[in-house]
């Protein structure tokens, strides 16, 4: 079972509408989570980390952690086409170093 | 700096044939990993190297995968003899000590026939 657990979709909202990703993981101790997009044929970039429970905001981005319920997720405000991507979580567990990444979710904003 | 820099940008092969795919990481990055990613499985894991020493290798298919890092500033992975099912996007990414941003090469799109 994949460490880190993502709904493939797509996820289809309208353009200006709130996008909400969602990840869970099995470790309990992890203690660094990430958000990385993935354009279509492209490689993936950091786009946000968090690492304690609540929100962090980043213009439209924010990304809300709870490690109660092993639950990360991200949500684009004001949704843009360009936003359109697939969108991996990675969590990093306590003591590695080695980020492992969900299978991503495809994200389609359309006009 | 140019990023991490991989090549070839792809590769079709032939069954049994050997496939060296190459990495150059971002300078001052001690952390390198090889990454490969299909539709079915996401991104895994292949191996890890910090200062340039091999630290997690324990998603290497097999035998037939080997990779080496003999300096800093390059890496090289090598499928002998490549598989259909080896076929896949192969990324590079470097980072510094933590980890906690990735930078990811623009990947090797192998073909295996």
């Known amino acids: 079972q994949k460490e880190v657990e993502q709904n493939s979709g797509p996820l289809s909202v309208p353009e200006g509408a709130i996008a909400s990703l969602n990840c869970t993981y099995s470790?309990?101790?992890?203690?660094?989570f990430f958000w990385y997009r993935q354009y279509s044929g492209k490689s993936p970039e950091l786009i946000m980390s968090i690492y304690s429970n609540g929100d962090k905001e980043d213009g439209r981005f924010t990304a809300q952690l709870n490690k109660a319920s092993q639950y990360v997720s991200l949500l684009i405000r004001d949704s843009q086409p360009s936003d359109s991507a697939t969108y991996l979580c990675a969590v990093i567990p306590q003591g590695s170093y080695i980020p492992t990444f969900g299978r991503g979710t495809s994200l389609i904003v359309h006009p | 700096d140019a990023g991490v820099i991989q090549s070839p940008r792809h590769e079709v092969t032939e069954m049994g044939q050997e496939v060296t795919l190459r990495c150059k990481p971002i300078s001052g990055h001690n952390s390198l990993f090889w990454y490969r990613q299909t539709m079915m499985r996401g991104l895994e894991l292949l191996i890890y190297f910090n200062n340039n020493v091999p630290i997690d290798d324990s998603g290497m298919p097999e035998d037939r995968f080997s990779a080496k890092m003999p300096n800093a500033s390059f890496s090289t992975l090598k499928i002998q003899p490549s598989e259909p099912r080896d076929s896949a996007v192969y990324f590079c990414?470097?980072?510094?000590?933590?980890?906690?941003?990735?930078?990811f090469g623009s990947g090797t799109q192998l073909s295996v026939l």
């Open positions: 470790d309990r101790v992890s203690q660094s």
């Open positions: 990414a470097s980072s510094t000590e933590t980890n906690e941003k990735l930078f």
